[in-house]
């Protein structure tokens, strides 16, 4: 968030050419954050750029269409925005590519995770035809369970 006198000055301008029912509307919204009209103009300001800036990462368009659902995500990152900076430093990597990075896991583990699978009828067929084959005799495997591992490599999976 901007700081300093320089934000200061940019929220007084805003302030003066305000019509008094805007003011009024920004004091009780202010007030109901427990805030002053300043720090509730930066963090509205913060909150917009932060928006502006995710809708252009994801191509989402910020409109009536998917307003909440970009208000909801602006105010879960907002608030975790200094760890994810922290997180992102660390990994030597810019916030927007490290929360890419992270979407990406997540959403791969996720996937790698499911247990249900929606099958068409004739892949379904082909996967109870693949169950129901006899199994099938692998004489290499039958060679490797039945030797005993060296004493090196015993001692090596020890390390």
């Known amino acids: 968030m901007p700081t300093g006198e320089h934000a200061d000055l940019k929220i007084r301008r805003m302030q003066l050419r305000m019509s008094s029912n805007d003011r009024a509307q920004i004091e009780e919204a202010a ?3 427990g805030m002053s009209m300043s720090e509730w103009m ?11 800036s995710i809708a252009a990462e994801t191509a989402v368009v910020y409109d009536a269409d998917n307003r909440d659902l970009m208000d909801d995500l602006v105010q879960r990152v907002a608030s975790r925005l200094e760890l994810f900076r922290l997180a992102a430093k660390s990994a030597h990597r810019t916030v927007a590519d490290y929360l890419s990075e992270i979407l990406m896991h997540t959403s791969e583990q996720v996937l790698a ?3 249900h699978f929606e099958l068409d009828r004739p892949a379904w067929d082909r996967f109870l035809e693949v169950l129901d084959r006899p199994e099938r005799a692998d004489e290499s495997l039958d060679v490797l369970m039945a030797t005993q591992p060296s004493d ?8």
């Not at 930066?42 to 502006?52: F, P, S, T």
């Not at 090196?152 to 390390?159: A, M, N, V």
Request: hydrophobic content about 35%; proline content about 0%; charged content about 50%.
């Open 31 to 33: 007030t109901a954050a």
């Open 42 to 52: 930066l963090r509205a300001a913060h909150e917009q750029r932060l928006r502006e």
């Open 113 to 115: 995770d499911r247990r």
């Open 152 to 159: 090196e490599l015993l001692e090596r999976l020890r390390e």
